[in-house]
């Protein structure tokens, strides 16, 4: 008798031979299941797929609008195919909403119709919420996403801005009550957490208003460059685009750094160079608070030729770093404590326009260092600045 080689002997026993795949994924891929299993989810608890309706739970709606983008993309179609065992991605799977049970209003929403609109409005052979090709196109053209190189440096980030939202730490708005976008800025933004990572100089555009270049880095690690007013119009556009509000709870920053911790700037306190009056008369005592995402050289570079840094170089004499804190608020929170000594002066800038430079006080440096502190450890609301003393003081002696 021959003998019989290894595959020979498992065949005659009956064991059939399969080669063993190692599966390799590349994150871009792992992303898209994570996502695709939060919607499977939703539809085993509820029953139903998700519906992208007024009224609807922010979750509800963004799984609705993600499973949406789903469909659309043959990659994603490609990748998560083995996965659907509910037959999801087949844009024809039913919804088990009972529409008998429905009103004629929330059939309306149900059908995306509002039901104060006029009546030539409601005609259902209208389209709606459809976008031309001139407007597909549009977004492409100012900025493609291209994948996040450094992704792993945001992902702390949005999972933890989804666990605020959860525990509604932070709300969900509808834009368009506050259009403004800044720096560090959270919105939802075609189902995907959007956060304002960069924004650059002010551009003055050929039609005459501002606009800022923004690095926009998404929570599906893709991120774009597109302008500041193309990001608005695009939450305008977009019915489930919200804005995050920040925090309403928890310490602005902490001096014990924690493993989850995530450095988001710093505060740099500068003394000018100029030969104004004013200012050298009082240079020991006159001090620029500001805050920046990046190096506190890179954002000072320019100063000479700049009116908001007093056209003059500037010596950088403090800086603080920041951890799991909007840098904005925390600007914000140091101007409104020194606000009765910001100074009052006017310089004209490169064109000869006057201008009045703000972020400037008159506050002496180790007041401004002990209200660092105060805020660390949380005694700043009992203090408030007096001009007159040159120090904080309780507010029970105001």
């Known amino acids: ?16 031979v399969a080669p063993i795949h190692t599966a390799s994924r590349t994150p871009f891929e792992e992303r898209i299941i994570a996502g695709f299993e939060d919607i499977q989810r939703f539809f085993e608890e509820h029953k139903r797929l998700p519906v992208n309706a007024e009224g609807r739970d922010i979750f509800e709606r963004l799984y609705a609008v993600r499973l949406d983008q789903l469909r659309k993309l043959p990659e994603a179609r490609a990748v998560l195919v083995e996965f659907d065992t509910h037959g999801l991605l087949n844009a024809s799977a039913a919804i088990s909403t009972n529409v008998d049970e429905l009103s004629e209003d929330e059939l309306l929403a149900e059908l995306g119709v509002s039901a104060d609109l006029p009546a030539v409005e409601n005609d259902i052979t209208v389209l709606r919420h459809v976008r031309s090709s001139t407007d597909r196109r549009e977004p492409e053209e ?14 702390p980030l949005f999972e933890k801005v989804e666990r605020e939202l959860k525990a509604n730490v932070r709300k969900a708005l509808r834009f368009g009550r506050d259009a403004t976008i800044q720096e ?23 039609s005459g208003h501002n606009d800022a270049r923004l690095r926009v880095v998404y929570s599906n690690g893709t991120e774009s460059n597109l302008l500041l007013r193309s990001l608005q119009k695009a939450l305008w556009k977009d019915e489930t685009g919200r804005r995050l509000t920040e925090p309403s709870m928890g310490p602005l920053f902490s001096d014990a750094e924690e493993a989850e911790d995530v450095e988001t700037g710093t505060i740099y306190v500068l003394r000018s160079q100029s030969t104004h009056p004013y200012v050298a008369q009082h ?32 010596e950088v004499v403090a800086t603080y770093k920041l951890k799991n804190v909007n840098r904005v608020r925390m600007e914000n929170l140091f101007h409104r404590i020194f606000s009765n000594a910001q100074i009052d002066i006017s310089i004209d800038d490169r064109f000869g326009n ?4 703000r972020e400037w006080f008159l506050v002496p440096l180790q007041v401004i260092d002990e209200a660092v502190q105060r805020i660390l450890d949380g005694s700043i609301t009992g203090v408030h600045y007096d001009p007159h003393l040159a120090r904080l003081v309780n507010n029970a002696s105001a």
Not at 6 to 13: E, Q
Not at 142 to 155: G, M, N, P, S
Not at 300 to 306: D, L, N, T, V
Not at 354 to 357: A, E, N, S
Request: glycine share 8%.
């Open 142 to 155: 100012i900025a493609d996403r291209t994948t996040c190189k450094d992704f792993l440096e945001f992902q």
């Open 283 to 314: 240079r020991e005592l006159i001090h620029k608070i500001g805050v920046t995402g990046g190096k506190v050289e890179t954002r000072i570079a320019g100063a000479c030729k700049e009116a908001t840094y007093l056209l003059a170089s500037v």
């Open 184 to 206: 560090h800025d959270f919105f939802i933004l075609d189902g995907q957490f959007a956060y304002v990572a960069e924004m650059g100089e002010t551009i003055k555009m050929p």
């Open 1 to 16: 008798m021959a003998e019989l080689s290894d595959d020979d002997l498992l065949d005659a026993l009956g064991v059939e």
């Open 354 to 357: 006057p201008v009045k430079p």
